[in-house]
């Protein structure tokens, strides 16, 4: 089993939600971030004061899926999330040891 | 005196309304700290109301509006004291029939409004206790001083020493006396406490704009109280001054926003709430001095100073947290300084004391708006000093600001054990 992290524009949840369901993911976890990557942050003018903003709102997108899932689920992200522009976010997968569904307690594949 | 219901009625209802502004005021700050420091930023309005209502009815009546005494600074502390067995011939308001104790209550709220607004210049840092002190001793010192001075037959009065050299200055509203000497107390204040943690480097961006909106929409109504009030009178310069509260404020606010579309791009809602404010605190002293065009001219130069005046902060690096400085100084400079220009006494409406000339563009030469500068400047250094030695004196005993980790964390905890938005 693998895990899906996105850091992607808050603006795109909806299409990335969408995409990863046409791909047959059944569950999503979404929550609000904060941070900077390559772009850094940016400066923006308020009430005539100009000051940095470090770290962008961005939004993070977690996913189980199995191994053979991940790299459609990750294509899936990254096409509909894609805007072309600097801050789009990244997406990474990384090895999940086990998954356990709280209200059954089914292990392993059966749990996703 | 033989008692007018219908000023009376009128004073009564101006009275109420200009209490209502400093609850706006509390609003209109509230909205803009941040999220963890609203309630304390509020509790400082509020505390204002409870300290100046108690404090006006012993002694501070007495001694901004008493017989003049220690040397011609104050009125007689003991002439009202309390308030008691008071006659109505010697009302402020007697010559339009409105009863003793309706104008002391009628001045109170003035003072209450005044103090409050120098909140704002400490907002985030400011313990609620020491503030209730500081409460106290500044109306005791400063604000008397100063009310007495130009409406309490003092210097700045038709019978005083101003008018004898110059001409008597018009401060029909509390130009000088509220916002001169507001905007005056914020700045030492504001330097007395020192900057907010970032301040410079962080961005203190409102938590609630639509609570702004909100109490600028609040100040606004009553200060049609404050304003027209201001004639103790239900009469046509009552109308005037009511109509120039209108549209001056109107016209700043307009320019504000121009100002910030020209200069940052976008036209904000702070800038549009704020703008109101400016415009309502230039016109206080010129609303029945002035004519439409003048209040209008009034407006616009005030909304554009202020927009401009409220980035001065962070090239002089004072913190005057929410502009205190840049909106009720320099929008009292402006009104007061304004009158020079176009008080238009002769116009049918309007009214100003025995003594006062008409202003440059109607046919009056600069003495107006000399001696308008003249107690402009006077309030600004009285007020200025007086409340540095004041807060200095608060700081060194028992302290006026929070701990650095209050202040990172939460000052409505700390000082007041709550949160305003309390996950149920």
Known sequence: MKLVTAIIQPHRVDEVRAAVEAVGVKGVTVSEAAGYGRQKGHTEVYRGAEYTVDLVPKTRLEILVDDADAAAVTDAIVSAAQTGKIGDGKVWVVPVDDVARVRTGEHGADAL | ?424
């Open chain 2, 1 to 424: 005196m033989v008692i007018d219901a219908g000023n009376t009625a009128w004073m009564i209802m101006a009275t109420a309304l200009v209490l209502l502004m400093t609850p706006g005021l509390a609003l209109f700050y509230g909205g803009m700290v941040s999220a963890k420091s609203v309630l304390n930023m509020m509790m400082l309005n509020f505390g204002a109301i409870g300290v100046v209502a108690v404090a006006w009815s012993l002694w501070g009546y007495s001694l901004t509006f008493g017989p003049t005494w220690a040397g011609g600074i104050f009125g007689d502390p003991s002439t009202y004291f309390g308030l008691n067995g008071v006659s109505d011939a010697e009302s402020l308001g007697a010559a339009t029939g409105v009863p003793f104790l309706v104008m002391v209550a009628f001045q109170a709220t003035f003072a209450i409004i005044t103090v409050a607004l120098v909140s704002g210049a400490v907002a985030d840092r400011t313990r609620f206790g020491p503030w209730l002190v500081f409460v106290v001793l500044w109306l005791t010192f400063v604000y008397a001083a100063v009310a007495h001075a130009v409406w309490g037959g003092g210097f700045a009065s038709a019978d005083g020493a101003i008018a004898d050299a110059l001409s008597t200055p018009i401060d029909f509203a509390g130009g000088t006396v509220v916002h001169i000497n507001a905007g005056a107390a914020a700045l030492a204040l504001a330097l007395v406490l020192g900057p907010r943690l970032g301040f410079g480097r962080v961005a203190f961006k409102p938590h609630n704009m639509p609570f702004v909106l909100m109490g600028s929409a609040l100040l606004w109504f009553g200060w049609f109280g404050f304003n027209a009030g201001s004639e103790f009178a239900a009469d046509a310069t009552a109308g005037r001054a009511f109509l120039n509260t209108l549209i001056a404020p109107a016209a700043a606010m307009l320019a504000w926003c121009l100002v910030e579309r020209i200069r940052d791009g976008k036209p904000t809602s702070l800038g549009a709430a704020s703008g109101i404010v400016g415009g309502l605190v230039a016109i206080t002293p010129a609303a029945a001095a002035v004519d439409t065009f003048g209040a209008l001219a009034t407006g616009v130069v005030a909304g554009t100073l202020c927009a401009l005046a409220v980035t001065l902060k962070y090239r002089w690096r004072y913190d005057d947290s929410l502009d205190v400085v840049g909106v009720h100084l320099v929008g009292g400079m402006v009104g007061t300084l304004m009158i020079g220009f176009f008080a238009h006494l002769d116009e049918g409406t309007t009214w100003a004391p025995d003594g006062a000339l008409n202003g440059l563009l109607y046919g009056g030469d600069l003495t107006q708006l000399v001696s308008q500068a003249v107690v402009a400047f006077l309030a600004l250094a009285v007020s200025f000093t007086g409340t540095a030695i004041i807060a200095q004196l608060l700081k060194v005993t028992i302290g006026f600001r929070v701990s650095s980790e209050v202040e990172r964390n939460s000052i409505d905890i700390a000082e007041h054990g709550e949160a305003a938005y309390e996950e149920a």
